[in-house]
């Protein structure tokens, strides 16, 4: 299939070329259905239940992203190695740091019907920077001209020229801007949207490659039921019949249906797997998965929990991670597929480093670890209980566990796990600022670059800064290395930056997760892309 790049000028070519994923596997246009698959056939995958109406700008986790990724398609698709090719978009033009034209495909439909214009991004956009709407991926309209925090105001940013072209001034450069535009919150919406939208949020209506396949397609906490769009003309050409996204309650249940034929591909398999399931797979026809993502994981430590503010606060914050095992834990929790982490992003995005000023705080250090927390007892002693909340649905007791014993072990303290039924459950009291102590936090990609991995999660005011983080030395580094149209020059900024967040851990760094999944002998043409998230469009069954 011919696949339209991302029309861009020199130094934005520039820009988003250094930004561009590395090492992961390559593009897919892996097979048809000419290979034996059946072009109706339905694809069975693992899920979970979405933590809002699946509205695109309020929707930031990964079980309501999968399926947003599904249903709808922004100006801008990712390859499977990250590479962004044009998808509603005929054309994206950088004319500088601070503004670009964007050219829509004439054509390009609702599933309602309804034509994809230039005034869908523009009031879809717009409905998502409003500050009275509070949508949880308002900021990723920050750089947009008119965009407001404080009051309600259009993003004046954002002109019409005609029905299929559009404007997009920026108030300060950000020379990444275009590699951000397959990311959910940039989504279009059709005007049926905008009369109720809570309404739609329970039974959205897309342009994607996939749609819901009937009124009650969403299942609540047990599945939801998609299939193909007939009418979607983008880059992302389905090769089957549709896709069933099964919520799962466990990873062990998900892991358990696809070794019983069950379930056709999954992208977890659970710790307790980890060591025998590349045999078991194979031993009952199937393939298994093993490859580096875009996957970060944390923890976090509220400033408002005793203790941890100020200065005391990030020494016990220094303390707690130097007394964490990771290389132990990494090894005999996942068997060696995860790597522990060296920086807050991703081996596999352009840029990352593993010799960061002050990474030294996440090496393992017995000594140090109990020096730094005698140093916050002579501020004020510590009492009390160290916890880190998580989810458990997602398979998290065993290394959460293991990462409150070595803190334990190290410190001297009480330490464990606190566990919540389910991840929507965790995560309505992390953003009501409701939750009393630290809780497991992570990031998987939304577009491959590293400012991803760092502007939306500790910027003042981000949109993801679940610890309410806020730092002007870090903020301004930030905006330094988003405003260069030198992609060297802008890693360097983002190493800087991450070195400030090294002192003041507003998230624990923890370990770089590999993909690991898993398909059954009943699909082909299984691709993982560079999110983990397997090429659903591209899988063949029969």
């Known amino acids: 299939m011919k696949r339209n790049k991302i029309a861009l000028s020199g130094l934005a070519l520039l820009a988003v070329g250094g930004l561009t994923l590395a090492g992961c596997a390559g593009s897919g246009d892996s097979g048809d259905t000419d290979g034996g698959g059946a072009s109706d056939a339905i694809i069975t995958t693992n899920g979970s239940e979405p933590e809002n109406p699946l509205i695109p700008t309020t929707t930031n986790e990964v079980g309501g992203g999968k399926i947003l990724d599904a249903i709808f398609a922004g100006l801008v698709a990712y390859e499977a190695d990250g590479s962004p090719v044009n998808d509603m978009a005929e054309e994206i033009t950088v004319d500088d740091p601070q503004n670009l034209t964007v050219k829509i495909k004439e054509g390009q439909t609702f599933t309602d019907g309804e034509e994809v214009t230039a005034d869908n991004f523009i009031k879809a956009w717009n409905y998502g920077a409003l500050a009275s709407n509070e949508q949880l991926n308002s900021y990723f309209f920050e750089d947009i001209e008119g965009f407001s925090y404080d009051e309600d105001s259009e993003l004046?940013?954002?002109?019409?020229?005609?029905?299929?072209?559009?404007?997009?001034?920026?108030?300060?450069?950000?020379?990444?801007?275009?590699?951000?535009?397959?990311?959910?919150?940039?989504?279009?919406?059709?005007?049926?949207?905008?009369?109720?939208?809570?309404?739609?949020?329970?039974?959205?209506?897309?342009?994607?490659?996939?749609?819901?396949?009937?009124?009650?397609?969403?299942?609540?906490?047990?599945?939801?039921?998609?299939?193909?769009?007939?009418?979607?003309?983008?880059?992302?050409?389905?090769?089957?019949?549709?896709?069933?996204?099964?919520?799962?309650?466990?990873?062990?249940?998900?892991?358990?249906?696809?070794?019983?034929?069950?379930?056709?591909?999954?992208?977890?398999?659970?710790?307790?797997?980890?060591?025998?399931?590349?045999?078991?797979?194979?031993?009952?026809?199937?393939?298994?998965?093993?490859?580096?993502?875009?996957?970060?994981?944390?923890?976090?430590?509220?400033?408002?929990?005793?203790?941890?503010?100020?200065?005391?606060?990030?020494?016990?914050?220094?303390?707690?991670?130097?007394?964490?095992?990771?290389?132990?834990?990494?090894?005999?929790?996942?068997?060696?597929?995860?790597?522990p982490a060296s920086d807050f992003t991703s081996p596999v995005i352009d840029g990352w480093s593993d010799s960061l000023e002050g990474a030294e705080v996440l090496a393992y250090n017995e000594d140090e670890a109990k020096a730094l927390w005698a140093e916050a007892d002579a501020i004020s002693p510590w009492e009390g209980s160290f916890q880190i909340a998580y989810n458990s649905d997602g398979g998290h007791q065993a290394w959460v566990d293991a990462v409150t014993n070595s803190i334990k072990n190290v410190l001297g303290i009480?330490?464990?796990?606190?566990?919540?039924?389910?991840?929507?459950?965790?995560?309505?009291?992390?953003?009501?600022?409701?939750?009393?102590?630290?809780?497991?936090?992570?990031?998987?990609?939304?577009?491959?670059?590293?400012?991803?991995?760092?502007?939306?999660?500790?910027?003042t005011n981000a949109g993801s800064n679940d610890g309410d983080y806020s730092n002007a030395e870090f903020d301004a580094l930030l905006a330094e290395g988003i405003s260069s149209t030198d992609a060297g020059e802008a890693n360097e900024l983002f190493q800087q930056a991450q070195s400030i967040l090294l002192k003041d851990l507003p998230a624990t760094p923890l370990w770089y997760s590999n993909v690991t999944g898993g398909y059954a002998d009943t699909v082909q043409n299984v691709e993982f892309g560079w999110n983990s998230v397997p090429l659903y469009h591209e899988i063949t069954k029969g």
């Open 156 to 339: 004046t940013g954002l002109e019409q020229v005609d029905d299929y072209t559009f404007t997009i001034a920026l108030n300060k450069p950000a020379s990444d801007f275009a590699l951000r535009l397959g990311y959910s919150a940039f989504y279009p919406l059709p005007d049926v949207a905008f009369e109720d939208m809570a309404a739609f949020g329970e039974n959205p209506i897309g342009n994607g490659p996939y749609m819901l396949a009937g009124d009650d397609a969403w299942q609540h906490d047990v599945q939801i039921d998609l299939v193909k769009n007939p009418d979607y003309k983008g880059v992302r050409e389905v090769k089957n019949g549709g896709l069933t996204i099964v919520f799962y309650a466990s990873q062990d249940a998900s892991y358990a249906d696809l070794l019983a034929g069950e379930v056709d591909v999954v992208d977890q398999i659970p710790t307790g797997a980890l060591a025998t399931f590349e045999s078991d797979l194979e031993d009952v026809g199937g393939t298994a998965v093993n490859q580096p993502a875009a996957v970060f994981q944390s923890f976090t430590v509220p400033e408002y929990l005793p203790h941890f503010a100020g200065e005391e606060g990030q020494l016990r914050r220094q303390a707690i991670s130097m007394a964490i095992n990771r290389p132990e834990i990494t090894d005999v929790i996942f068997e060696g597929s995860r790597t």
């Open 414 to 459: 009480e330490a464990s796990g606190a566990p919540y039924p389910t991840f929507a459950e965790l995560r309505e009291l992390v953003n009501a600022r409701t939750i009393t102590t630290a809780f497991r936090t992570g990031w998987q990609a939304d577009y491959p670059g590293l400012y991803n991995f760092l502007g939306p999660l500790y910027a």
